[in-house]
């Protein structure tokens, strides 16, 4: 590796054995491990787990149980298209839709793992890599640590941080690896999968000067993942409220740890993950013919359209959009039954707003538009 890397890096090899024994030591351990394997002896877990001397070792003994786990437990029918699409010669960058913290990548990793497929490396905020048990479990499946934008990091340092990340994960791809990045920064929060040019722009900084080759190296593949009832969604309507209502919405201390936790234990019904078509050389060279600005735009807009087109759409989308628009257009896409549980879903939703004390019309509102909205940005392939 030409440059040192080791403040973003996931751990090499030889660092995973001494990490596993922080982790079996670490108060954490058995409520997490319960999770996953709620009959199992925790010092046999902990055997287990010491047995591991790779991430591979790590991912196929433990990590994909407890993914199994959270899809027995917790998603009613899981399925996934678009593998087809996936040149296994070559490194991907896949750039996917943002609706859960962890479990986006978590389903991706499981639906390759499954398919003799070589999991990803995954770009992963450093504002949830504050607890070292967390750190070490992440680090030890792939986890590249990204240094969000902070009031204390200027704006050369940040600068600085991001050409850093996109220099590795420009020599990553490079190896014939893939690694999965958010559209984004942060969740979406409102049903719309937009991309943002920032993170386009942030990976082109390792590129060369030619906008068609510095893109053609990522092999961008766009991911589509779309769940029936949108993990955390009550919590994204809240936060989503109050910054609508004038207010600024602030995280309490440890509130990421436990929307990954509530993420993951709550029903999310039917879930479906897609791979979408790699970005084509005939495409970025569309993009490469308009100035910069227009190209970055022009191949965020290709991106989105993949997702769009990919993106399921489930009963409680046509539900919601029924409810907010106060219309029958999409009646025979549910029924009285899917009506039924969604009003319940509501009714939780409503709990929440009365006890966060926000106006709960409005976070009503918002609460559906996480849904409705990704009717209105479906393409129909």
């Given at each position: 590796?030409?440059?040192?890397?080791d403040?973003?890096?996931?751990?090499?090899?030889?660092?995973?054995p001494?990490a596993?024994?922080r982790?079996?030591?670490?108060?954490?351990?058995?409520?997490?491990?319960?999770?996953?394997?709620?009959?199992?002896?925790?010092?046999?877990?902990?055997?287990?787990?010491?047995?591991?001397?790779t991430?591979?070792?790590?991912?196929?003994?433990?990590?994909?149980?407890?993914?199994?786990?959270?899809?027995?437990?917790?998603?009613?029918?899981?399925?996934?298209?678009?593998?087809?699409?996936?040149d296994?010669?070559?490194?991907?960058?896949?750039?996917?839709?943002?609706?859960?913290?962890?479990?986006?990548?978590?389903?991706?990793?499981?639906?390759?793992?499954?398919?003799?497929?070589?999991?990803t490396?995954?770009?992963?905020?450093?504002?949830?890599l504050?607890?070292?048990?967390?750190?070490?479990?992440c680090?030890?499946?792939?986890?590249?640590?990204?240094?969000?934008?902070?009031?204390d990091?200027?704006?050369?340092?940040?600068?600085?941080?991001?050409?850093?990340?996109?220099?590795?994960i420009?020599?990553?791809?490079?190896?014939?690896?893939?690694?999965?990045?958010?559209?984004?920064?942060?969740?979406?929060?409102?049903?719309?999968?937009?991309?943002?040019?920032?993170?386009?722009?942030?990976?082109?900084?390792?590129?060369?000067?030619?906008?068609?080759?510095?893109?053609?190296?990522?092999?961008?593949?766009?991911?589509?993942?779309s769940?029936?009832?949108?993990?955390?969604?009550?919590?994204?309507?809240?936060?989503?409220?109050?910054?609508?209502?004038?207010?600024?919405?602030?995280?309490?201390?440890?509130?990421?740890?436990?929307?990954?936790?509530?993420?993951?234990?709550?029903?999310?019904?039917?879930?479906?993950?897609?791979?979408c078509?790699?970005?084509?050389?005939?495409?970025?060279?569309?993009?490469?013919?308009?100035?910069?600005?227009?190209?970055?735009?022009?191949?965020?807009?290709?991106?989105?359209?993949?997702?769009?087109?990919?993106?399921k759409?489930?009963?409680?989308?046509?539900?919601?959009?029924?409810?907010?628009?106060?219309?029958?257009?999409?009646?025979?896409?549910?029924?009285?039954?899917?009506?039924?549980?969604?009003?319940?879903?509501?009714?939780?939703?409503?709990?929440?707003?009365?006890?966060?004390?926000?106006?709960?019309?409005?976070?009503?509102?918002?609460?559906?538009?996480?849904?409705?909205?990704?009717v209105?940005?479906?393409?129909?392939?």
């Amino acid at each position: 590796m030409k440059e040192n890397y080791d403040d973003i890096r996931p751990y090499n090899d030889e660092e995973i054995p001494a990490a596993l024994e922080r982790i079996v030591n670490d108060p954490f351990f058995v409520p997490a491990m319960n999770f996953a394997f709620p009959d199992a002896d925790m010092e046999r877990v902990a055997e287990v787990m010491r047995t591991c001397k790779t991430a591979d070792d790590m991912q196929e003994r433990i990590m994909f149980s407890v993914i199994r786990r959270i899809i027995d437990s917790t998603i009613d029918n899981f399925t996934y298209s678009g593998l087809e699409n996936i040149d296994r010669s070559r490194g991907h960058l896949y750039i996917s839709n943002h609706r859960d913290i962890t479990l986006d990548s978590f389903l991706l990793q499981y639906t390759l793992f499954s398919n003799g497929i070589p999991t990803t490396a995954t770009t992963l905020g450093d504002n949830l890599l504050r607890n070292q048990f967390i750190v070490d479990i992440c680090r030890i499946n792939r986890a590249v640590r990204v240094i969000r934008k902070t009031d204390d990091l200027s704006p050369r340092e940040f600068l600085l941080n991001s050409q850093h990340l996109a220099e590795y994960i420009r020599w990553y791809i490079g190896q014939g690896k893939s690694m999965w990045i958010a559209q984004r920064n942060g969740r979406t929060k409102d049903g719309i999968d937009a991309t943002d040019q920032g993170v386009l722009k942030m990976v082109s900084l390792s590129g060369t000067a030619d906008f068609v080759d510095s893109f053609l190296e990522l092999n961008i593949a766009p991911i589509a993942i779309s769940y029936q009832y949108e993990p955390c969604d009550i919590q994204k309507a809240i936060e989503v409220t109050v910054n609508r209502l004038g207010g600024t919405y602030r995280k309490a201390e440890g509130e990421d740890l436990r929307s990954i936790l509530y993420g993951i234990r709550m029903p999310k019904g039917d879930v479906n993950i897609s791979v979408c078509k790699a970005i084509t050389r005939e495409e970025l060279e569309e993009c490469g013919k308009l100035p910069k600005s227009e190209a970055y735009k022009m191949l965020k807009d290709i991106i989105d359209r993949r997702i769009y087109a990919n993106y399921k759409l489930h009963d409680t989308n046509y539900i919601a959009h029924d409810m907010l628009h106060r219309e029958k257009r999409y009646a025979d896409r549910y029924t009285k039954e899917g009506v039924r549980a969604f009003k319940m879903r509501m009714a939780m939703a409503d709990a929440r707003f009365a006890e966060a004390g926000i106006d709960i019309k409005v976070a009503r509102k918002v609460f559906l538009e996480i849904y409705a909205n990704s009717v209105d940005t479906k393409i129909e392939e």
